[in-house]
């Protein structure tokens, strides 16, 4: 099932500019931009008074909005207005006749049209295509690689690498990053929950771990000659910007792995991977006898051998650092509630800030405490050196069991976790923020729940967030919504001052009304300039598809540009903004 990147795009908006009756005043005052759309708390307009004293007041129809910051800039609120569409004027102090106008629009996003990458589309049975994973995208600059599957439904299956160099706006040609087969008397092999991620100096080298879960498979064969594996982790590794990638082989069991890979890359050249690990350690899975391993690599990759490498063991015995130790026996949970979900959905997970710290965050319940896999609760525990060494986990506790945890950590060192409590047949996205790098955490919070959305048609029930900071310190959420049946909805939310305000859900695969049969892990990938959700669909074809937009302030555009922009207005990408780290 393929990836889809659906980036927010931005609508249109329209600008004014109002002088007295009666003459040309002695003052002018001109706005920067003079017109556009406007994520909430991203973005500032100035104003220019010419021929008087600096200095204007601002004013807003509505009344209320936003308001001047030190500089005499009008910065727009954190939360979205009601009506989204508003109007500003700037005023001279010295000359009130002179004055300025533009008409802006205040959301969370904009979000447009998703259309398809061409080259990503299979016909294959959903059997051979495995699990999608929170990290089945990755962005860095304008660079975008995304995978998907494809496979004959017997015995062979491939997995697919594509890139942009545009922030999703054209693709490259894909290339095959990972093909598998298995003998004739197998059942037909499967990938599983292939992880993306870049290098965190050079865009050109990129990392990608799948499973390949079918016993008897190719890529273990590779390694283990007649030994009829199954469990295979495999890293892909390519130098030349995904034109070609190598294959290693990291862990080769005789049971499967029912839990995904992952991995980061922390620092330049280093690749970090989270692997399944079933039988080195006491440590277990709900479901099987699983722990994980940590690989560390600070060579692309290449310091690990074939099947061989050292992994090493965090796990309920003490081993290396301790990361389950958190009681005598942990068991980390691998099922969602009421099952059928996979690895995909509850593996442990992998994010960094790119400058040299990583975290992993797992739910998990521990058997000296009583608990059962009712009673889970989200954990992190972060590294400092590339995952040889991790701090005692911290567990964050919330109303209900905790499933599918997520994270993300920003420029600044503060650390976000987001997960799923179920509680009473309910669910609903939690988080918990770390202002220290993940020394403390504060209470769990729930944010808010959209407030359009139709719950005569959803249950109200909320599943697989996803995380992001960007490069202003702006948290973004992600989730999706369902019915149970055939209504997912995918939507996006966003916090400017550390979670205690957020700026309004915005449906992102709607409309609401219309079934959408998609089965949903988003995540974010955010390139510079622009903001994407990432996502599986299925149906009789896979395809993925991509839509363009932005998430900072637009620059400004002629009237005449802004009307014929009803429908569809793209506006290009353009260099992240400075960090802004007010609270305002």
């Not at 499973?211 to 982790?233: E, H, I, Q, R």
């Not at 939310?493 to 449906?507: I, R």
């Not at 074809?541 to 009237?559: E, L, M, W």
Request: aromatic fraction near 6%; hydrophobic fraction near 40%; include cysteine.
């Amino acid at each position: 099932m393929a990836s889809i990147i659906a980036l927010l795009a931005a609508a249109c908006s329209s600008s004014d500019s109002t002088t007295p009756r009666g003459g040309t005043p002695a003052a002018a005052v001109e706005l920067e931009p003079a017109q556009g759309n406007r994520l909430t708390c991203t973005g500032k307009v100035t104003a220019t008074v010419t021929d008087a004293s600096p200095g204007v007041t601002w004013s807003t129809v509505p009344t209320g909005l936003g308001g001047a910051d030190a500089s005499d800039a009008w910065t727009a609120p954190n939360q979205t207005p009601a009506p989204a569409r508003f109007t500003l004027t700037a005023t001279s102090s010295a000359e009130p006749a002179a004055k300025a106008s533009g008409s802006f629009t205040l959301a969370t996003a904009f979000p447009s049209a998703i259309t398809a990458i061409p080259s990503a589309t299979t016909e294959s049975p959903q059997s051979s295509l495995g699990g999608a994973y929170v990290h089945a995208a990755a962005a860095r600059g304008q660079r975008v690689y995304t995978t998907w599957l494809s496979g004959d439904g017997a015995h062979a299956v491939e997995l697919h690498a594509v890139r942009s160099d545009d922030a999703g706006k054209t693709w490259n040609a894909p290339v095959t990053a990972l093909h598998a087969t298995t003998p004739e008397d197998a059942q037909a092999p499967e990938i599983g929950c292939a992880s993306v991620a870049i290098d965190a100096e050079n865009p050109d080298v990129v990392y990608v771990a799948a499973d390949v879960s079918t016993w008897g498979n190719s890529v273990a064969d590779s390694v283990l000659p007649g030994s009829g594996a199954g469990g295979t982790t495999a890293l892909l590794v390519s130098e030349d910007g995904g034109a070609t990638f190598t294959t290693r082989v990291l862990k080769v069991t005789n049971a499967g792995p029912g839990i995904c890979p992952d991995l980061v890359s922390p620092a330049a050249d280093t690749v970090v991977v989270s692997v399944p690990d079933p039988f080195d350690n006491p440590g277990h899975y709900q479901g099987g006898g699983t722990g994980i391993g940590i690989w560390s690599d600070a060579a692309r990759g290449a310091g690990f051998a074939d099947g061989t490498g050292e992994d090493l063991d965090y796990s309920s015995n003490g081993e290396t650092g301790a990361l389950l130790n958190i009681g005598a026996s942990t068991n980390v949970q691998e099922g969602s509630a009421g099952g059928g979900s996979g690895g995909e959905w509850e593996s442990p997970r992998l994010f960094t800030d790119g400058k040299g710290k990583l975290c992993i965050t797992y739910t998990a319940w521990i058997d000296d405490d009583g608990a059962t896999a009712d009673d889970t609760s989200a954990y992190v525990a972060c590294s400092t050196d590339a995952g040889h060494t991790f701090t005692a986990p911290k567990k964050l506790e919330s109303e209900g069991a905790a499933y599918a945890a997520v994270g993300a950590i920003d420029d600044a060192g503060e650390v976000a976790v987001g997960w799923v409590a179920v509680a009473d047949a309910a669910r609903h996205v939690t988080l918990a923020l770390s202002h220290d790098g993940g020394q403390t955490f504060g209470t769990p919070f729930e944010p808010p729940f959209p407030a359009n959305l139709d719950l005569g048609k959803f249950t109200g029930e909320t599943w697989s967030p996803s995380l992001a900071f960007d490069a202003q310190g702006i948290l973004w959420l992600g989730y999706y919504v369902n019915d149970g049946q055939f209504y997912d909805r995918i939507f996006v939310d966003k916090s400017c001052d550390h979670g205690t305000t957020w700026s309004g859900a915005v449906l992102v695969n709607g409309p609401v009304d219309s079934p959408a049969i998609d089965l949903t892990k988003p995540t974010f990938v955010l390139t510079d300039g622009a903001i994407g959700v990432s996502r599986r669909r299925r149906g009789s074809a896979d395809r993925a598809r991509t839509a363009r937009g932005r998430r900072s302030a637009p620059r400004a555009v002629p009237p005449r540009a802004a009307a014929r922009a009803v429908c569809d207005l793209e506006w290009p990408p353009r260099a992240r903004a400075a960090r802004r780290r007010s609270s305002a």
